[in-house]
């Protein structure tokens, strides 16, 4: 794309000079700037020469074919210089924000697809497609902690769930899998500070999610450390033995 560095500079220039009016302005009305003169005039013209060019060329994408308006617009853009930066941060930060429900867009529907293999796949692939589901989970949660849409962020939850509840089953067949898989989700939400101080509610959602799997997990440890104390109550049969013959 070829670029008209004069056009550029005009613009440039008349943003400076709306800058300067600004600073003209501030001065008129008895509010001197922070910053004392001389310098402070050259603040005005480059904070002016920077909205001239943004205003122009970034949110109103003026048609610069019509070079007397778009001088005047870029003169009223240095004009006011603090709206027009005001402006062009919100836009970064909702292209920033546009680009983050995309990725969680994307995101949900492989949290989905892992959730239903998660519940279909073979033993011999459960331990990949677990650490699959936990690398892809992560993901999700702080890519949505960074996201200002509520609905989204509940669809991630309930995309999350289906992990969880397919992990349910998964401890059925491979308990100590299933269990590291529940830690390290656990962990990410609750060290996910934007996600839950902004909606606590949440929190409830995946401690009752988890409070089943929990108790499962104590009957089963518990379990085991009955087994064993039987069998070490229990003598072999050499012991026996021994014991018959003194």
Not at 31 to 51: E, H, K, R, S, T
Not at 60 to 85: E, N, Y
Request: hydrophobic share 40%; glycine share 8%.
């Amino acid at each position: 794309m070829d670029i008209n560095w004069k056009e550029v500079g005009l613009v440039t220039v008349f943003g400076g000079l709306g800058g300067a009016l600004s600073l003209v302005y501030s001065l008129t009305v008895g509010n001197p700037p922070a910053i004392q003169l001389p310098w402070g005039l050259l603040a005005y013209i480059f904070l002016g020469m920077g909205a001239g060019y943004l205003g122009v060329y970034v949110i109103a994408k003026t048609d610069t074919r019509q070079l007397t308006h778009c001088l005047g617009f870029a003169v009223a853009c240095g004009l006011s210089w603090a709206p027009i930066m005001d402006a062009t941060t919100a836009l970064v930060e909702n292209n920033k924000q546009r680009a983050l429900h995309a990725k969680v867009n994307q995101l949900i529907e492989e949290t989905r697809t892992v959730a239903s293999e998660l519940r279909n796949t073979s033993d011999e692939k459960l331990s990949v497609t677990t650490d699959s589901a936990i690398v892809t989970v992560t993901s999700l949660l702080d890519t949505s902690s960074k996201i200002d849409d509520l609905r989204l962020r509940v669809a991630a939850h309930k995309s999350v769930e289906e992990v969880i509840e397919s992990l349910n089953e998964v401890s059925k067949r491979d308990f100590e899998l299933a269990s590291r898989a529940r830690k390290d989700i656990l962990y990410t939400l609750s060290s996910s500070g934007g996600w839950y101080g902004s909606h606590p509610s949440s929190m409830s959602v995946f401690a009752r999610e988890l409070l089943p799997f929990s108790v499962d997990a104590s009957k089963a440890v518990g379990s085991r450390i009955i087994d064993e104390k039987d069998d070490d109550s229990q003598p072999s049969d050499e012991n026996k033995k021994e014991t018959g013959s003194n």
